[in-house]
């Protein structure tokens, strides 16, 4: 009895820390708020930590009772490095993963729900398309420029190498001055993310979960 109250709550103390929970041989995380990377948010801010997500996919990978992935996104950004990070770790797992993107998958959020094997969005959900912000102290030089240049272009090819969408259209998305009042971008909703290539499906839960799971049987 103490056993199975301990293990209970082990589990409580993960959701709590990184947002995931085991569902048989499914394992279930959440990407939700901001994703926070090198730097602390300040308190009251809801955040997925980088240090916390990391070691878990890490763990899911190199278990042997988990066989599938399932990542549950309402994110509103963050740390371009630290989501770019996540993405590719998703990206590289060779168990089956599947992206749901429910409220927002915006910013940052877009390499995650593209990262996996197979990706739905529910028709409500939307996503913002922009280039990278940049925050805080900016040195003017060129070198600055170039290195942001670089890190848009890592993500815009990270983008159309997950996903069916062009080159020239994700760029078209994300410089477009018509849609978003005090910058440049897109916010397109989950029909229009599906139609443009970004997205695979429009679904909810359950086609997430049977998808994960005909992957799992397929293996």
């Given amino acids: ?3 199975e109250k301990n293990e209970e709550l082990d589990k409580l103390e993960i959701i709590e820390k990184s947002g995931g929970v085991e569902l048989d041989k499914i394992h279930c995380i959440s990407i939700i708020g901001q994703i926070e990377g090198h730097y602390a948010l300040p ?7 980088y240090e916390h997500i990391v070691p878990l996919l890490v763990s899911i990978e190199q278990s042997k009772e988990i066989e599938g992935l ?6 509103m ?6 989501g770019l990070a996540i ?10 993963t599947v992206s749901l993107v429910l409220g927002g998958g915006h910013s940052i959020g877009v390499p995650l729900a593209v990262s996996a094997r197979k990706s739905f969005i529910v028709p409500s959900a939307t996503m913002t398309i922009h280039p990278v912000r940049i925050s805080g102290t900016v040195v003017g030089s060129p070198q600055t420029y170039y290195y942001f ?15 069916k969408i062009s080159e020239e259209s994700f760029t ?38 049977d998808c994960l799971n ?3 049987n397929k293996k």
């Fill in 43 to 49: 308190d009251g801010q809801k955040a997925t930590k």
């Fill in 87 to 96: 993405a590719e770790l998703i990206a590289s797992m060779k168990k089956p």
């Fill in 1 to 3: 009895m103490e056993k």
């Fill in 172 to 209: 078209e998305l994300m410089m477009a001055t018509d849609q978003i009042a005090t910058d440049t971008g897109s916010v397109i909703d989950g029909e229009e993310a599906v139609s443009c290539g970004l997205i695979d499906a429009v679904g909810g839960l359950s086609d997430a979960l």
């Fill in 77 to 82: 950004g963050g740390d371009v490095e630290a």
């Fill in 149 to 163: 240049e670089r890190m848009q272009g890592r993500i815009v090819y990270f983008v159309c190498e997950h996903s």
């Fill in 70 to 75: 399932l990542i549950i996104l309402n994110t």
């Fill in 214 to 216: 005909e992957m799992i």
